[in-house]
């Protein structure tokens, strides 16, 4: 069984979701993959049922009204708009944050769930999960996770240490490396 298969098993239908939305950004223009499936291109994968996106902000209402007209449910929230198809459990988190913009122009095209998308440049994944990382309003949880992928991206790539807080990295000097 391929991890495409698996995922698609576990997360009832989520790889054929994630194909689905590659396609309609595809036809809407550029576009990047920024969060946990992001950080999964360049370090041991994690499970996540999550897919963080940037489009070009003028490209998101056509995506919006897109998505909508293939069935999925889409909610707006302060600096995201989720789209999620029922019964698939992957949710879809298109960022509205204005700093993730730059990142599309430096994205290169990974494999993702069988796919060819385009994935932003790990320093900009590593720059994006300090931004999450440190936002206070979002939940623990999430922070924590943050947390995490900035640890495991840390653990692969030490020269990309340098710039990230000294919170996280004193964890990786601490002997258990």
Request: with cysteine; hydrophobic share 40%.
């Amino acid at each position: 069984m391929t991890a495409e298969e698996i995922y698609e098993s576990v997360t009832n239908g989520g790889a054929s979701d994630f194909a689905q939305v590659a396609a309609v950004l595809d036809r809407h223009g550029a576009w990047c993959l920024i969060g946990g499936l992001a950080v999964n291109c360049f370090v041991e994968p994690v499970y996540t049922i999550d897919a963080d996106i940037v489009v070009v902000a003028q490209s998101l209402p056509a995506i919006r009204d897109e998505l909508t007209a293939a069935g999925f449910h889409l909610e707006q929230f302060a600096h995201s708009l989720n789209a999620k198809k029922a019964p698939g459990k992957l949710n879809i988190q298109f960022t509205q944050d204005e700093r993730y913009q730059s990142f599309i122009g430096r994205a290169k095209r990974q494999e993702v769930l069988g796919l060819s998308v385009p994935v932003a440049d790990l320093k900009d994944i590593v720059q994006g999960k300090m931004w999450a990382w440190s936002d206070q309003e979002r939940r623990l949880s999430k922070r924590k996770k943050d947390e995490l992928d900035l640890i495991r991206i840390a653990e692969a790539f030490p020269e990309l240490r340098e710039g990230m807080p000294r919170e996280i990295i004193s964890q990786l000097e601490g002997g258990n490396r």
